[in-house]
């Protein structure tokens, strides 16, 4: 079964002792830590910073799993840096952002005239990151048949641009990621497993910020120490702010945070008022009359679309087909928003 051990990775570097990461403490901010780009002084983040260290002086491929905004291209970006290959490029691709058809061309290049609209030889990733590290973000995303090549290029150290018949050496030390569980993602979404075990030579799980005991508190303090300094001021957290911070479990985790901490930074006057997101939904609700709704000054754009749609579905009495039209989306489009929004949508719906 596939299935990865992120207790035991495979590889380590400097015999047994164990190296004590060089962290930093964290200027502005008391009791908050920093190694390479990233910040937390929660144990889980210790014992992180401590197999960055390992895996960083070797040339193991990595695979960094966690869930979306926990910082894993950071995590990526440290172990470059921290690497012999920090002065050479640090190469980041989004395998879900790149059409199938293109991604070979894109990873490994490809000459002229080798597919319609290829007028002139590019160079790949693969190449721009010679020397250097490349880092293939949501790597599950990948077709199958796409994922052989990366195999190949992986075991071998070589490749071909696409319609060229050099075979090209390089000198890259790959790091992938993903938000999904590697082996459920072997299961049900085609990520080949010879390919997971290539990349999860060493493994690394990027922490969710509900599992990082106290990070939270201390890198929203952080965000706002260095919004302050950007911005000269010297804004400071309410005492409800902190209650939130404990008491909210960020499942977008320090994506989330920081973005909070910033909208309620831009509001303040003085004092930020960072809202409870639950509490927030509630007491900012966009008022409706007749056929206009106000929405709230600083309502994420998210939850503002979410409003209008809901709103507009009332407004129809319930019929979709209606509300899709006043919207200028299709109908498709209004049950996938509709579906995406779930029971909370339901609720919201049933009490406007
Ligand atoms: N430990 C950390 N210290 C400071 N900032 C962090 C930390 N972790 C994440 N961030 C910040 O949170 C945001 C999200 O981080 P990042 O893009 O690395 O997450 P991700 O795991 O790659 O997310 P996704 O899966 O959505 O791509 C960035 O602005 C990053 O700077
Ligand atoms: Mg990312």
Redesign the pocket.
């Known amino acids: 079964m596939a299935s990865i051990d992120l207790d035991s990775p495979t590889v380590s570097a400097g015999g047994n002792a164990s190296p004590q990461a060089k962290q930093r403490v964290a200027d502005g901010v008391a009791g908050l830590k920093s190694y390479g ?4 002084s929660s144990p889980i ?1 210790l014992d992180l910073y401590e197999q960055i260290e390992r895996v960083a002086s070797t040339d193991a491929t990595a695979l960094i799993i ?1 869930e ?7 995590i990526a970006r440290t172990i470059h840096d921290q690497s012999s290959r920090k002065d050479a490029a640090f190469v980041a691709v989004n395998c879900g952002a790149i059409p199938d058809e293109l991604i070979e061309a894109e990873l490994f290049g490809h000459e002229k005239g080798s597919f319609t609209g290829a007028v002139q030889g590019r160079v790949g990733y693969f190449e721009h990151a010679n020397g250097g590290t490349l880092f293939l ?1 949501e790597i599950t995303e990948m077709a199958p048949v796409r994922q052989v090549k990366l195999l190949r290029a992986l075991e071998t150290g070589t490749f071909y641009r696409v319609g060229g018949t050099d075979l090209i050496s390089g000198n890259v030390r790959v790091i992938a ?1 993903t ?1 999904r569980d590697p082996a459920v993602a072997v299961k049900e979404n085609g990520l080949r497993e010879d390919l997971m075990y290539r990349l999860a030579v060493f493994p690394l799980r ?1 922490p969710p910020l509900r599992e990082r005991d106290g990070d939270r508190e201390l ?1 929203a303090q952080h965000f706002l120490v260095q919004l302050n300094q950007q911005e000269g001021t010297s804004k400071s957290f309410s005492k409800r702010s902190i209650e939130t911070l404990r008491t909210w479990s960020w499942p977008g985790n ?2 989330e945070l ?1 973005n909070a901490v910033y909208r309620a930074f831009i509001l303040a006057e003085k004092t930020v008022e960072l809202p409870h997101p639950h509490l927030a939904s509630r007491v900012k609700k966009a008022v409706t009359q007749g056929d206009a709704m106000s929405v709230w000054i600083g309502t994420p754009l998210a939850d503002a679309q979410k409003q209008i749609i809901l709103g507009t579905l009332k407004y129809c009495g319930g019929d979709k087909r209606r509300a899709a039209k006043a919207l200028g989306v299709s109908l498709k489009t209004l049950y996938n928003r509709l579906s995406a929004y779930g029971d909370e949508g339901a609720e919201e719906e049933a009490e406007q």
């Open positions: 780009l990233l910040y937390g983040m966690g979306s905004g926990t910082g894993k291209e950071l973000d990621a938000n990027a890198l320090v994506r920081k």
